[in-house]
């Protein structure tokens, strides 16, 4: 357990010179992203390529996007906390930590899609309770704070840990691990409050998975538009968040393993695991999406139907198509068999997924708005370079910060491995003997 | 590079001095009213806030100056007298400066009233069907429904469906909620030929970027209108108010007038059997009607 403590607290000690590049390489793409942004504040929204009558473009579709990926979190961290699965040990920290970093670039995308950020407080001063985007700014508000606060207790024991193994740590750091762990001392009682609090915590992400995925759906959902305007949106986009959230949190997981040399904690089970998850929710999503499009066509009312063949067979088939391929066509395959689950396809699947996830959302936004119910011209949309400067800025900047993560906490939480290997048998033991008949 | 009139710096925004507080002052949208609709919401929790609303709405309904005819505002436009020319387009954008579109960007078009043409009928016996469409001002707007600020709101007052560029975060939700693509956005600051001028309304403000605009009925000229027939001391005549696109309609195809008033020239023409409003499926009840073209 001591070697396995060492090995977690490595990164801590000092930074690889593959981070460092890392790092730099990423800094460099946020910085190019921020001039990107400031740009766009300078001269309008017209540096986009958003027009009428496609108003809304991948700015959106980033911010779906990281609604969905911080969904992983807390079925990763909170579900399988409450369903005491054991393997989900070495992954509570680092699907906490994809949640709590996802979320702000879901706002901060919101932000670059205003065409007035600064009037951003307008929000705050004169709300309006009737709008879908009021609940949005809301469900996503109350998603962080939770989320934040959820994250925030799992880490105290480890804070407290880093305190007593790196006392001669200075500045930020060292100021940090003395202000936050608290007067945490790890005695039995603390741990039992401890397992409380996250246990409660849990059932309230729950519930706010289910309720901002729905938010976020209704933006759309609630609107006239052809095409959004489908009961089908709230369940479609939970199973949308959770499976491209699955996928990130293997690709953060496999990405872990390999630099800090983690084959010991995170082991192949434990992908293997992941992968099952992976493919129950890309099932459902493909179950989904079947129901959606034959209940479109059967029903064939021209206004949907002109908007599913767009999708199908229109401009946007390239697209629909690949997002077909790369989210179900080959992912789930290889999902499929456990000989095939091996660690490396897992990777390339999730690679596949969190690709064919942001064409998914592309394709649910951009279609049904190059329509429009009367005959005008039929719309288009290409997002320029600021858009896409500032799309691979907030992807470097999400990354950055999970890096720099790793260099002041331990990436796996510390004390629920301990716990896994002291008190978990037991508990498993004694719960499995409870589901036994009494002779 | 921005051009303004001579004689007016641009301020902040690029808009004319003054012109943030004309916007800030006029047309706000009562408090009362969002308040109202809080308690429609059943927003539990808020009732203090709520009753305090509602006791100013007592109070402004015992206020004098506010009690004002409420009127209706619609348009008709006669299909069979529509020859199709856009020149209520050309209108438009003069009388509301409304700039042109920075490098022929289709997509980035303003035009307050287009003029959507349909081909209906197959070749040899095709024939293109004009529908010229201003803001519909609808009874049940979807737009003002998903605006996260108020920033949009129907002046019940007058039964327009209005703008508060001051408020508005630019967002466009109500955009894409508008069935009928009547709402614009300004995508850059207003970019004018040097040849323009003076040529600028000085009675309709400037919108700076980043904001959603549409038409407003002539709102300037509704607003002088009644300035006028306060100070006469009488109601606002049938006929009076005359938007920018009504007058200079060539075919005289387009009326204006309060629908409240049932002797109103336009109460008479939409009772005539040959009216009908646009994509109603929707249930948005638009304010402007059209009468179907007769064919000699």
Known sequence: MIAIQEKLLKPIAGASKGYRTAVTLLALVA????????????????????????????????????????????????????????????????????????????????????????????????????????????????????????????????????????????????????????????????????????????????????????VVSWVFGLSYKPGWHTAIFGPYFITGALFSGVAVITLVAAAARRSFGLGEVIKPVHFDNLGKLLLTLGLVLFYLTVA????????????????????????????FWSMIVLCFVIPLPMLFRKKTRTVRNMVIASVMIVIGMWIERFIIMIPPQTLMPLPYPLGHYTPTWVEWSITAAFLATFTLLLLGFTRIFPIVSVWELKEGKTEAPAEVQKRVAAYQPEV | MTHFPAGRPSSRDGLPEGSEEIMKTDEKIPKELTRAQFLKLGGAGLAAIAAGGLAQRALAKENPGQKATRRQWAMVIDLTRCIGCEACTVACQQENNTPPAPHADVGRMRAWNQVIFKEEGETPFAKIKYHPRPCFHCEHPSCVKVCPVGATYRDEKRGIVL??????????????????????????????????????NPGVPMRPKGVIEKCTFCIQRIRAAEERAAREGREIRDGEVVPACNQTCMGRARFFGDLNDPNSQVSKLIRSGRAYRLAEHYGNEPNVYYLAEVRP
């Open chain 1, 31 to 214: 910085l190019w992203g921020l001039f990107a942004w400031i740009y766009q504040i300078t001269r309008g929204l017209g540096v986009t390529g958003m027009n009428k009558p496609v108003l809304w473009g991948i700015y959106m579709v980033n911010f779906i996007f990281f609604v969905g990926v911080a969904h992983a979190g807390a079925l990763v961290s909170a579900v399988l906390r409450l369903s005491r699965a054991e393997w989900r040990r070495p992954f509570t920290r680092l699907a906490e930590a994809v949640t709590v970093f996802s979320l702000p670039f879901a706002a901060l995308s919101i932000f670059a899609d205003l065409g007035r950020p600064d009037r951003f407080f307008h929000l705050v001063l004169f709300p309006r309770l009737n709008s879908p985007i009021l609940w949005d700014v809301m469900a996503v508000t109350l998603y962080f704070l939770s989320s934040l606060l959820f994250f925030y207790y799992g880490l105290i024991p480890d804070i407290a840990l880093c305190r007593g193994q790196f006392p001669s740590a200075t500045g930020l750091r060292g100021w940090f691990y003395r202000k936050f762990a608290r007067t945490w001392r790890g005695t039995p009682e603390e741990t039992h409050r401890l397992n409380r609090i996250t246990g409660g915590f849990s059932v309230w992400l729950v519930i706010l998975v289910v309720a901002v995925s729905t």
């Open chain 1, 292 to 319: 959606e499009y034959v209940t479109t066509f059967y029903g064939a009312q021209p206004e949907h139907m002109a908007v599913l063949s767009a999708r199908v067979g229109g401009q946007f088939a390239p697209l």
């Open chain 2, 163 to 200: 703008v508060d560029y001051a408020r508005c975060i630019g967002c466009r939700y109500c955009a894409a909620n508008c069935p009928y693509g009547a709402r614009y956005f300004n995508w850059s600051k207003p970019e004018w030929s040097k040849n323009r001028g003076n040529a600028s």
